[in-house]
């Protein structure tokens, strides 16, 4: 069930929504080589606790900190680490979830580390472009796959990319997680009919492989690789669905 927001409702995630893009922003501007990715989580576990707020992640399903580094050919769920050092060439997906006054908010973005190659760099654009487009699309009484699914898996596939098919986005906001399961690559069988007051995330994982296999580190039970080793690259919004279209909750003011 697909729960319709109060405005009550929408204010306090619209509030924590923001704070996740203001820590977002916040740790980003320390991304750069030789810091390691714990060094990130604890910048973003800092400024969301400084600020009021709750990282959602941290024992969240027993995963053990505050964000989520996902590095390269690291598609998502990274588990931060001290001895994970970042190297100019990589790119870098945060991915920030705050709990504020009881509400959900939940954003993430791919970074690159120094200089990237051109193929790095063009994969974070192109993804980042899909989530843009999937955003615009959105309209109460359209249907969510042909906002979501179909234009992110027909705009990357003209560059050989592969949108990820086992994780997805979500409903959120008075929980982490919650209905519907947003599938970014056409899905014929969605039956969710947009409405103002809907609250979810969009967050393309998109790889650079005519592959969108995954798995799942068998060690630490979260880590999630592309198959081959190609690189991934994420963004993360979450929208509402306003009257007359949409409203991105996860922009810094
Ligand atoms: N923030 C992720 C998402 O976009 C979920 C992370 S779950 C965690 O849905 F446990 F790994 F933090
Ligand atoms: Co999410
Ligand atoms: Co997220």
Redesign the pocket.
Known sequence: MVIIKTSQQIEGIRKSSQLAAATLNHTASFIAPGISTEKLNQIAHQFIIDHGAIP??LN??G?PKSI?TSVNNVV??GIPSSTEILQEGDIINL?I?TILNGYYG?T?ATYPVGKISKEASLLIDRTKNSLKLAINSLKPNKNLNDCVGKVIEKYVKQFGYSPVKDLGG?GVGIE??EDPFVFHFDYSYEKTILKPGMIF?I?PMINASTSWRINIDKKDG?TVRTIDGALSCQF?HTVLITPTGFEILTTEV
């Open positions: 959602a992640p969240y399903l995963y989520c998502c769920h991915d979830t939940d993430s979500h982490f997680h995330t967050e979260w993360e």
